[in-house]
């Protein structure tokens, strides 16, 4: 291991961190989230949380008073925003650049060292303090890292390189779709084949954009950047895209396959040989009509 890129790297030890995430409709698994995000990084010196709510009709938050009852846990409800906010990517970059304003203006966040951005919809259920740990030990000098899955990779829409993922997957879907009627090939070859198994040993893969679930920034580089929900010609984004293409392209952004967060999702189940197979025959024996009438059931595989 090379000792000189790790004393660039703050030790977590030393480290106090700030967990920021969006909350609806997530009262079974925000609790579990909450203590499982909290084992594997408590390693750290601190860790504050900060969950910004909005648009819940369950007892969500009941949930977040609850937690808020701990001294390391703030969250801030926006009420019913999808009334005035109805386009959702631009809702939910909405949601996030609050917790980048307190992270930049409220003197409580001054000594933050890292950000964790996590998912709180149980997609961070396998997370360790193992996993965690091998961000830290690992030889590459990264300014922000992400997870990786022990199933298929599922968040392939935040997702940009150069080989594996050079554009907006549904965006090519699409083009797709233009010429031709294969609906199996279209979503196969934009999306699903691109979900691919990152074995855990292998090195960090640098990318341009990724999220998966998970990512660790180092404070400085958030207090100039903000997220959209949309392109420049209006059409919905992934927030986490154009936060990463256009603040942090200067950065060394990374997915550390050793971060394991999740195993098996409802994203990356899409990618299971049992849609593929449902899939490829519905394509040859039923309708486009009629397999947009299915995809309720494609859903629950």
Partial sequence: MNN???????NLSQSNLLVAGLARNCEKKLENEVRQINLAFSDAKSINWLVIES????????????????????????????KKIPNRTERIANCRNLYLEELKFNSKYNEIDYVIVADLDGVNSKLSLKSVKSC???DVDWDACFANQSAPYYDIWALRHDLWNPADCFEQN???SKYSVDVFFNRYSSILSK?????EDVEPIKVKSA???L?????????KAEYSGLKDNGENDCEHINFHINYLSDANLYIIPSLINSGWNEHSRQRSKLFL?????????????????????FKKL
Avoid at 4 to 10: A, H, T, V
Avoid at 195 to 199: C, D, L, Q, R, S
Avoid at 215 to 223: P, T, V
Avoid at 277 to 297: V, Y
């Fill in 4 to 10: 000189n890129i790790n004393l660039m790297r703050k």
């Fill in 55 to 82: 648009d819940s009709d369950d007892r969500t938050l009941d949930v977040l008073n609850k937690l808020s009852n701990n001294d390391f846990f703030d969250f801030i409800s926006l009420g019913k925003l999808e």
């Fill in 136 to 138: 830290w030990e690992t």
């Fill in 174 to 176: 699409s083009f797709f």
């Fill in 195 to 199: 979900m691919i198994t990152i074995p």
């Fill in 211 to 213: 999220f998966g679930g």
């Fill in 215 to 223: 990512g660790i920034y180092k404070k400085n580089l958030l207090l």
């Fill in 277 to 297: 197979f449902i899939l490829f025959c519905a394509t040859r024996f039923f309708s486009i009509k009629t397999i947009k009438k299915l995809r309720g059931l």
